[in-house]
């Protein structure tokens, strides 16, 4: 994966958040800055048949950030098709239907449930989840549920909004589940597709949990003449999930951060459940509204409850702290000096000072609630 930014401000890093079609969490990695682009080596293992969904966010010098897709690029972020293999040494039985153009069927928004793509369950938890809620067109008597090739159909219970089948203990090794279904117009609807996989054995909270965390720095100094800039900064980020939950966290330090200006270093946190519940502390970068604010950078906490249907945002945090500053140095009180006088009554003089250099605090305070109550069909 390559993306080139044409910008007039640099881009420090980029980031990508990818998964696979219709499953909870993103991955989020590091592209790699070659020359004027970025690039992306996505492994092999993640490239399956459900196809992924991405989205790139751009962290620019100036303190910004810029997202691709525009607007809520995790919400609505870019979706990559992938066809079947050529040749394949192993076959979940009869798949073809679900391999024809894109263009023959329509497209509606299932949500999986359970058990999340590229998940791996333990022998005996086998639930599988579908939600239908959003497609009030579909003809539930088309409904056909097939495990790796066998219909299922006649085992599963169909109704409310949800598709649910208890398949029992299942072989270890991946699984293939196809979802098949028709409009009330008898219009063939995209099938569903997705792969997860029954471990080998018992499994333990540890073999649930997946880590990972990175620690560096960097140093320069740079000299003209008789003056000498240093320049040192410290960056760390780390993250832990489990498959319905996880926590990440990074914090940034340099030495350029000076309390005569607004704060340099980043401190974030993200507690989430899937997909439909985010609690941010610390720095992050809400987009609400643009006329309200639109990736600006707050420093407090944030709330984001989706539920497709049903959408609420919360921000409360400081967007500038105060400062005495007046480029760069202490200009919070700046004595006048053709206005000094002496007191008539003492005789002491009397001096007036101006306050040019002060920026207040700016808190904000924000919620917005939204729903999709009438759905396109």
Do not use: C
Request: glycine share 8%.
């Amino acid at each position: 994966m390559i993306a080139a930014l044409f910008s007039d401000v640099r881009a420090i890093e980029a980031k990508l958040f990818i998964r696979e079609t219709n499953s909870l969490n993103f991955t989020e990695e590091e592209l790699n800055f070659s020359g004027s682009t970025w690039t992306f080596t996505i492994p092999t293992h993640r490239i399956t048949q459900a196809g992924l969904e991405y989205a790139i966010i751009f962290r620019l010098d100036d303190g910004s950030t810029l997202a691709f897709p525009r607007g809520d690029p995790l919400k609505n972020p870019y979706n990559l098709v992938i066809g079947p293999p050529r040749k394949s040494d192993r076959s979940f039985g009869r798949r073809e239907s679900f391999f024809i153009d894109g263009a023959d069927f329509e497209k509606k928004d299932f949500l999986v449930l359970s058990p999340e793509p590229g998940s791996i369950i333990i022998p005996g938890d086998e639930v599988i989840a579908v939600s239908f809620f959003n497609i009030p067109d579909i003809d539930t008597t088309s409904i056909k549920i097939k495990l790796d090739g066998v219909d299922f159909t006649s085992l599963a219970s169909i109704g409310g909004g949800i598709i649910s089948l208890i398949p029992g203990e299942l072989n270890p090794g991946p699984h293939s589940i196809i979802v098949e279904s028709k409009t009330k117009y008898n219009e063939q609807i995209r099938p569903l597709t997705w792969i997860f996989n029954t471990a080998a054995g018992e499994m333990s909270v540890l073999d649930a949990i997946n880590y990972n965390g990175k620690f560096d720095g960097r140093l320069s100094s740079q000299a003209s003449e008789s003056q000498v800039i240093n320049y040192s900064e410290v960056n760390g980020k780390f993250n832990v999930d489990i498959n319905w939950a996880g926590l990440k966290g990074s914090v940034r330090l340099n030495t350029r951060d000076n309390p005569y200006l607004q704060p340099l270093n980043r401190f974030s946190g993200n507690l989430f459940f899937g997909k439909y519940l985010n609690i941010y502390t610390g720095d992050y970068y809400p987009s609400i509204s643009p006329f309200l604010i639109d990736g600006r950078r707050v420093r407090g906490m944030g709330i984001d409850i989706d539920l497709k249907w049903v959408k609420l945002q919360s921000v409360s945090g400081e967007l500038n702290r105060p400062v005495q500053r007046k480029f760069g140095i202490d200009g919070g009180l700046v004595l006048m000096k053709n206005q000094t006088a002496v007191d008539s009554a003492t005789g002491n003089p009397v001096f007036y000072l101006e306050r040019s250099g002060y920026t207040f605090t700016r808190n904000i305070t924000a919620m917005r609630l939204s729903s999709e109550a009438f759905l396109s069909i």
